[in-house]
């Protein structure tokens, strides 16, 4: 029994959510709304040639989007990424990319990703 | 030139010394070259669209121009052409226009390929650990001569990006170099600036010419960095290089905690990046210790040899240093034979010992022409030695069953004292003198090399001399070593002979004791005398951690030449992370692999210092 009223208890939560705010009668705790918010991601420059020349930059991952490409501009791989975000919890990481592969063509090298960044979005 | 040394080092015989890893021990091929289009992954300013086949022809052309491009070249009949992109576009943008074709299938980038670059040098195809054919390797020191096709290094790809590693300092910390040889001069550091018009210093003679008397650092040097492509001889890992001589060990390849610290921070102080060190032993020093740690604080990545004893130097009793040091900045380096198996000497270990790498039958630089004057003691005739107050005479040894002590037999022509040795003792009130005249005229330097076991009391001796103007060494000579002791089995010592240089060199034993105690004595087997005479052609194969080490310091040159903005960390990262997993060195090694070269150079490490705003 303690089971189902949890249950419940979660889908009326989501319920409320998913009005994006309303009346808000008694003591229920005022729904949060969903916005856009301009988001900022940096990290550090890689220090290899392939990073920073052409055929190279950076894969940014955030949960739940397309990936974003920061490629060598022609003078310098930017350590950036400007995005818009709506209202939640991302899981961000970086890969690095060059163009040289471990057989000495050119289809590609990636990188581990970068330690995961968890941002909160207002 | 340097032809003389003097150095009176007590070796393994009564103290503890660090000595250079190597198995002493040439041949010619040769493979075209080819490189070309810059250094550039892709065509610039052009990409190849390959459109679907229900595009008609007016479509694609009309694709084409209005981005502002122009077809240069139908490459097939299925619809696959080379663009040339308008002034000033990027490719980026062109292949993000070309995917939101709907006529187009894909567009890709006009990728360049080289072909793996091979040097010119004459005797390449000797060197199986840049490429490994399965080829024979003549003047083999060691099984096998010939290997798998394919267990290499995997240099020639990394060749078509980088062959000049001249921007990083590269210290050969051993022997000296000879910075005459032809295929290294070219690529000795020029200290000329900073005062050291020899390309390095000498911390055994304490001097500013670190030439090299035993050969061991000059064949280190010609792995990291012989000249490449230059159609004579080997070539380095680094075809271009600039190699930093640092002697801190004698013609018998023997030096000191003292000779070695100054050395390497000669080194560090001196701009060196990449810092190699074929040589271990001593304890855990912590002089030795906080010399690597200055070189690691001063950005030098540090890459040292494991050792030839076939022992793991994780286990209590084993330990060699530099290899057990555990700065972050060290490289400690297996022997792979060409199967890419671990060799039986080589030593390894899961937490001490980082990567493996080529160290057999390895043919590079070598210092000059050696040669050998061996000594049986006048066998099976009488002694021919000279000899006062009796005690010693000639016979033979054994071996017993663990082959690490004498016994009575006739393996080894050998010179005993006592005459019945190895049973019964030496006499009490003894003076035992024994020696002998050697011609070692015309050479540059020479070492004293046999094998013994010694057991003298406490208030007893044996002194090892030699007297350059010939006769008793033991009146006016000087001591090489000297003093009681044990050397608890047979031990192979060895000693710089080169203040002896001249048509008589007079080199004898002494064993002196008191009126008291006796032990058993001593039994000395395999005499001989080694001479080496510098040149500037020759080059030899050798054997040993010794020959795998610089395979890898070589590599961190490279890797930071090619990537300038590298800290120790990337280039050890780079190394570690990057080589060839080997079930021959799983558990042995801390990483379980052999170097890659293309691999390392590819090698990326993972982003850091993320951080996101929100606004």
């Known amino acids: 029994m303690k089971t189902r009223i949890r249950l419940v208890a979660l889908i009326a939560a989501g319920w409320i959510a998913g009005c994006g705010g309303g009346g808000g009668g008694g003591s229920s705790p005022p729904p949060v709304p969903v916005t856009d918010h301009t988001v900022t991601i940096t990290w550090a420059p890689n220090r290899e040639k392939g990073v920073n020349s052409a055929g190279g930059g950076y894969h940014v991952s955030i949960s739940g989007k397309p990936t974003i490409d920061v490629a060598f501009n022609g003078a310098t791989t930017p350590t950036s990424t400007t995005t818009t975000l709506q209202t939640g919890t991302y899981s961000v990481a970086v890969t690095a990319f060059a163009a040289l592969d471990n057989q000495g063509g050119a289809t590609g090298s990636v990188s581990a990703p970068s330690q995961t960044l968890a941002v909160n979005v207002p | ?615």
């Open chain 2, 1 to 615: 030139m340097k032809t003389r040394s003097r150095s009176t080092i007590a070796a393994a015989l009564f103290g503890a010394v660090l000595a250079l890893y190597a198995q002493v021990a040439a041949a010619p091929s040769a493979l075209s070259a080819l490189s070309s289009w810059g250094k550039s992954q892709y065509v610039p300013g052009e990409v190849l669209v390959k459109f679907k086949p229900s595009a008609v022809a007016q479509a694609r052309a009309a694709s084409v121009a209005g981005l502002g491009h122009a077809v240069l070249a139908d490459l097939d009949q299925s619809g696959l052409v080379q663009v040339k992109l308008g002034a000033g576009q990027t490719m980026e943008a062109a292949l993000d226009s070309y995917k939101n074709d709907p006529n187009v299938e894909y567009a890709q980038p006009n990728y360049i390929y080289r072909a793996s670059v091979a040097p010119n040098d004459t005797q390449y195809g000797q060197l199986w650990a840049f490429k490994n054919t399965g080829q024979t390797i003549a003047n083999a020191n060691i099984s096998p001569a010939s290997g798998t096709s394919g267990d290499d290094i995997h240099i020639e790809p990394a060749w078509g990006q980088i062959t000049d590693c001249s921007s990083v300092i590269v210290a050969v910390v051993d022997t000296g170099v000879n910075y005459n040889q032809e295929d290294l001069a070219a690529n000795m550091w020029n200290g000329s600036g900073s005062g050291f018009p020899n390309h390095g210093n000498d911390f055994v003679d304490i001097d500013n010419d670190p030439m090299d008397l035993n050969g061991h650092g000059t064949h280190v040097a010609g792995i990291i960095g012989a000249v490449g492509n230059n159609a004579k001889g080997t070539t380095g890992v680094c075809w271009m290089a600039s190699i930093m001589a640092v002697r801190v060990l004698d013609a018998s390849g023997v030096g000191s905690t003292a000779s070695i610290t100054q050395g390497v921070n000669f080194a560090v102080t001196n701009g060196a990046k990449v810092i190699n060190m074929s040589l271990g032993g001593g304890g855990n020093d912590p002089a030795f210790s906080n010399a690597i740690t200055n070189a690691q604080n001063n950005n030098v990545v540090v890459v040292v040899a494991a050792g030839n004893d076939g022992v793991n130097n994780d286990l209590t009793g084993n330990a060699i240093f530099p290899c057990n040091f555990t700065q972050p900045t060290l490289i400690c380096v297996a022997a792979l034979d060409s199967n890419f198996a671990l060799m039986s000497f080589s030593n390894f270990g899961a937490t001490s010992v980082d990567v493996g790498a080529p160290g057999t039958n390895i043919l590079s630089t070598f210092v000059g022409a050696t040669a050998t004057i061996s000594d049986n003691f006048g066998r099976p005739g009488a002694l021919n030695w000279t000899t006062s107050g009796g005690g010693w005479a000639n016979g033979t040894l054994g071996l017993d069953v663990s082959g690490t002590n004498f016994v009575a037999g006739a393996t080894f022509s050998a010179l005993l004292n006592p005459t019945t040795y190895p049973t019964g003792a030496y006499a009490n009130s003894a003076d035992n003198r024994v020696y002998k005249t050697f011609d070692l005229s015309g050479v540059n330097a020479a070492s004293l090399n046999f094998f013994a076991q010694i057991d003298i009391a406490a208030s007893d001796a044996l002194n090892i001399n030699f007297k350059a103007a010939g006769g008793d060494p033991f009146v006016g000579g000087v001591q090489l070593a000297g003093g009681p002791g044990t050397t608890g089995g047979i031990a192979g010592l060895s000693f710089d002979l080169s203040p002896c240089i001249g048509a008589t060199c007079s080199v004898g034993f002494q064993l002196t004791s008191n009126a008291s105690i006796t032990a058993k004595g001593a039994g000395i087997v395999r005499f001989r005398i080694d001479t080496l005479t510098l040149n500037t052609t020759t080059y030899q194969i050798d054997t040993g951690t010794s020959m795998a080490t610089p395979m890898v310091a070589g590599l961190a040159a490279m890797l930071r030449a090619y990537n300038p903005q590298f800290t120790f960390t990337d280039t050890v990262n780079a190394i570690k992370n990057a080589g060839k997993s080997l079930p021959a060195l799983a558990g042995k090694t801390t990483t379980g692999k052999a170097i890659d070269v293309i691999s390392s150079l590819a090698y990326i490490n993972p982003p850091t210092g993320l951080s996101a705003s929100v606004q």
